[in-house]
Structures are given as C-alpha cells and as structure tokens.
C-alpha cells in the first residue's frame, strides 16, 4: 500500500505543479525517482496519465479525470476505519494536502 501512495503522490505532485523537476524539487526525489513512480501508477491503471512532449508533460484525458476527484485520504482502506473516524476522514477529504517541508 505505501508504494501505491508514493506513486499517487509524484502524479499529485506533477499534476499540481506542473513538471517532474518542480515535483522533485517539492518531495526532495530525484526526476528519474519521479518519473518511474508516475510510469508504475500508469502500468497498474493502465492508462497514460500524462502526455510528454521532451521535457514537458500535459494531463491526459484520464489524468484529468483523476486529477478532478483525487484526494489524499479518498484512497485509503476505509474498512478499517473505525465509525468515530470515518466523519473526520470525511472532512479531511476536502482539505488540499499539506505541502512537505522544504529540506534545509
């Protein structure tokens, strides 16, 4: 499961900022580490999630798609969640993610 949400959260990333570089820079990756995580989350969808023209990347339809309804906790197993916890998983689901910290 954590390697499903290192690869959604590169394409949140690259998605949000627009490049593999800037969401690098942003979770402190290397590009290639980047890169192969949005192809692995692309190849267990099956799908292409962005169209790559060199070094710039566009969504695709499917990664719009994704894009619109994603957020951080929707894709979490909710079956182990307990009745007091679901409504403030419901509520969470609405907040943006919080950015990581800046390495110093």
Do not use: C
């Amino acid at each position: 499961m954590i390697g499903n949400l290192r690869r959604l959260e590169a394409y949140y990333w690259v998605a949000r900022l627009g490049g593999v570089g800037a969401a690098a820079a942003h979770l402190g990756l290397t590009q290639p580490s980047v890169s192969v995580r949005v192809k692995e989350l692309e190849r267990e969808l099956g799908t292409q999630l962005f169209h790559r023209v060199g070094r710039n990347v566009r969504l695709s339809e499917s990664g719009v798609v994704i894009a619109a309804g994603w957020s951080p906790l929707r894709f979490a197993d909710r079956s182990e969640i307990g009745p007091s916890s679901k409504a403030a998983v419901a509520k969470t689901d609405r907040r943006a993610p919080r950015p990581h910290p800046q390495p110093t």
